[in-house]
């Protein structure tokens, strides 16, 4: 009989069993419903103790998986060069009282430039690398290499919040055509990287600080552009939150820009 099965406890409410194994319902001459339920032998609990263990070490093992796999580059979108023709044709805006609209060639056409794209002039992580690339401002004036930043924003005083820890010019890009040609974002995994924190701190014992107003995702790079038709000598893809650029490769790459008056003249 079905109420006979091992491991089932039959649920019903008392009454008489026929033949066939059916609960007779003494009341109506019928049947009265019956479920079947499985019997859970609670006697030994360490049963349920090994699941809740079981469950709890795979919650952990994915867990740090998932943390493992934050920290590399797997995940990571790979940054798209820049051509130089791509670069030119990028229309720029100054940030006077009456905005100018100039082509982005005009930069570094005569002398070179080096270019930072800021990912957000509030961030401190920016504002640590815009003060590291002030630092070459001198050495740059003797090679006679301007140093320029652009923004993708203009949101209140931003800008002029940020230009004391920036030593140069900063021009507007309102189309984000400096973080292309495929814009790169990095979201809410770039809080679980140890690469980011370490970042973080660095930027903090250094005395930086900042907000949290505008666009932060989108990430930035800096650029050394050489004269003319030299070409783009230095591209740096900011691939986290404060990855900043070798001070030492924008020199480098920096000293390589020839003017255009000495470009021409060896044509």
Same mark, same amino acid.
């Given at each position: *009989?079905l109420q006979d099965?091992?491991?089932?406890?039959?649920?019903?409410?008392?009454?008489?069993?026929?033949h066939? #194994?059916?609960?007779?319902?003494?009341?109506?001459?019928?049947?009265?419903?019956? /479920?079947?339920?499985?019997?859970?032998?609670?006697?030994?609990?360490?049963?349920?103790t *090994?699941?809740?263990w079981?469950?709890?070490?795979?919650?952990?093992?994915?867990?740090?998986?998932?943390?493992?796999?934050?920290?590399?580059?797997?995940?990571?979108?790979?940054?798209?060069?820049?051509?130089?023709? !791509?670069?030119?044709?990028?229309d720029?805006?100054?940030?006077?009282?009456?905005?100018?609209?100039?082509?982005?060639?005009?930069?570094w056409e005569k002398?070179?430039?080096?270019? *930072?794209?800021?990912r957000?002039?509030?961030?401190?992580?920016?504002?640590?690398? @815009? @003060?590291?690339?002030?630092?070459?401002?001198?050495m740059?004036?003797?090679?006679g290499?301007?140093l !320029?930043?652009?923004?993708?924003?203009?949101?209140?005083?931003?800008?002029?919040?940020?230009?004391?820890?920036?030593?140069?010019?900063?021009?507007?890009?309102?189309k984000?055509?400096? !973080?292309?040609?495929?814009?790169?974002k990095? *979201?809410?995994?770039?809080?679980?990287?140890? #690469?980011v924190w370490?970042?973080?701190?660095?930027a903090w014992?250094?005395g930086?600080s900042?907000n949290?107003?505008?666009?932060?995702?989108?990430?930035?790079?800096?650029?050394?552009?050489?004269?003319?038709k030299?070409?783009?000598?230095?591209?740096?893809?900011e691939?986290e939150?404060?990855?900043?650029v070798?001070?030492?490769?924008?020199?480098?790459?920096?000293?390589? /820009?020839?003017?255009?008056?000495l470009?021409?003249?060896?044509?």
């Amino acid at each position: *009989m079905l109420q006979d099965l091992p491991g089932w406890e039959l649920l019903c409410s008392p009454g008489p069993w026929d033949h066939s #194994g059916r609960l007779e319902d003494s009341t109506s001459g019928g049947f009265a419903v019956w /479920i079947l339920y499985p019997a859970l032998e609670l006697e030994d609990p360490s049963f349920f103790t *090994m699941g809740m263990w079981s469950i709890g070490a795979g919650a952990l093992g994915a867990a740090a998986l998932a943390l493992l796999l934050a920290n590399t580059d797997v995940f990571l979108s790979k940054p798209q060069k820049a051509a130089l023709e !791509y670069l030119e044709d990028i229309d720029l805006k100054t940030l006077e009282k009456e905005p100018r609209t100039l082509k982005a060639k005009e930069l570094w056409e005569k002398n070179g430039a080096v270019i *930072m794209a800021v990912r957000r002039p509030g961030c401190f992580l920016c504002r640590e690398e @815009a @003060a590291d690339l002030s630092s070459l401002k001198s050495m740059l004036d003797q090679l006679g290499v301007p140093l !320029y930043a652009v923004v993708k924003e203009h949101i209140r005083t931003e800008v002029e919040d940020f230009q004391p820890y920036f030593k140069g010019e900063i021009f507007l890009d309102e189309k984000k055509k400096f !973080y292309g040609p495929q814009r790169r974002k990095m *979201m809410f995994m770039g809080f679980i990287r140890l #690469g980011v924190w370490y970042n973080f701190f660095r930027a903090w014992n250094g005395g930086f600080s900042g907000n949290l107003e505008g666009e932060g995702f989108i990430l930035g790079g800096v650029f050394v552009v050489g004269s003319g038709k030299q070409g783009i000598l230095l591209e740096h893809r900011e691939k986290e939150f404060g990855d900043k650029v070798n001070l030492l490769s924008v020199l480098e790459a920096a000293k390589m /820009i020839k003017p255009q008056t000495l470009a021409s003249e060896k044509k």
